[in-house]
């Protein structure tokens, strides 16, 4: 194993890293902590997109922890800058399967967003969207999802924020967002095209945030087929926490290993106080 040094900045997911749901993980203080002694600049990169950055650091508050708006990317955020590189946001329509955090990265940046298609109204639709964008919802709903299956089907671009199929939550696992980016491939025969991990783009942004070497920046995460895999197509060394999703049996089957594996955020901050 490679010894645990030559770091300057940290790319972290949050969901089964940082907490699972609303519930802080043993160690969450005196990690963030020993960061700042250590001047170790980081991104929080989540492929969470249902929350926006001022929601994730208000959480973070909650939990007693303090970080800045310039510290968050989600995978909405990572999104609404690919689409702004790539389309012209004032000619874009897009309609958003999502929440807040998916919404409000692509307002910022000035595109205009499409509403429902009331299936059952007698109404006349609204004008359609050149793309649609998919993220995790916990407000999902029929409409909504024929209303992304008919512009799809219309020739809109298909966006998933991210493709997790998972999701670990205070209560246990559940579905993430790949599960709807499912059922809406299965209904218009498109596959999206996906923005966050373990695609490279949410983490070469990050890189570019940062500002620090590839070298030094390790990415931190707990899912071997999104964090680590994402890592390992960025050419960035990885670390893999057990607390969330992936655990060693899945090591044992993978074909791509993290730089390291530990057990949680204690053994990461002992780690670095050690180093």
Not at 11 to 38: A, E, S
Not at 111 to 136: H, I, M, Q
Not at 156 to 180: C, R, S
Request: glycine share 8%; charged share 20%.
């Amino acid at each position: 194993m490679e010894l645990f040094t030559n770091i300057r900045a940290l790319i972290i997911d949050m969901d089964g890293v940082l907490w699972h749901g609303i519930q802080p993980l043993p160690g969450l203080i005196d990690f963030f902590q020993t960061l700042r002694n250590k001047q170790i600049r980081f991104i929080l990169a989540t492929n969470n997109a249902s929350l926006t950055a001022e929601q994730y650091v208000n959480k973070l508050s909650q939990m007693g922890v303090s970080v800045t708006l310039d510290e968050v990317l989600t995978s909405a955020m990572a999104t609404a800058l690919y689409l702004a590189e790539n389309t012209e946001p004032s000619a874009t329509r897009v309609f958003v399967v999502g929440e807040d955090g998916a919404k409000q990265p692509l307002i910022d940046r000035g595109f205009t967003l499409t509403g429902l298609y009331e299936l059952n109204s007698r109404d006349e639709p609204n004008k359609g969207a050149n793309v649609v964008v998919c993220g995790k919802d916990a407000t999902l709903t029929w409409d909504k999802l024929a209303t992304a299956t008919l512009n799809i089907r219309a020739g809109a671009k298909f966006i998933g924020t991210n493709a997790d199929t998972t999701l670990p939550t205070e209560y246990g696992i559940t579905h993430g967002n790949g599960a709807i980016l499912a059922a809406l491939q299965v209904a218009t025969g498109v596959a999206p095209t996906i923005i966050g991990k373990p695609e490279p783009i949410m983490y070469q942004q990050a890189i570019e945030l940062l500002g620090i070497d590839p070298a030094e920046t390790v990415a931190i995460g707990d899912r071997l087929e999104t964090d680590i895999l994402g890592a390992v197509r960025t050419g960035i060394r990885s670390l893999m926490v057990l607390t969330g999703v992936s655990t060693e049996e899945d090591l044992k089957a993978s074909d791509y290993q993290p730089t390291w594996v530990m057990q949680d955020i204690q053994a990461i901050t002992q780690a670095l106080l050690d180093a």
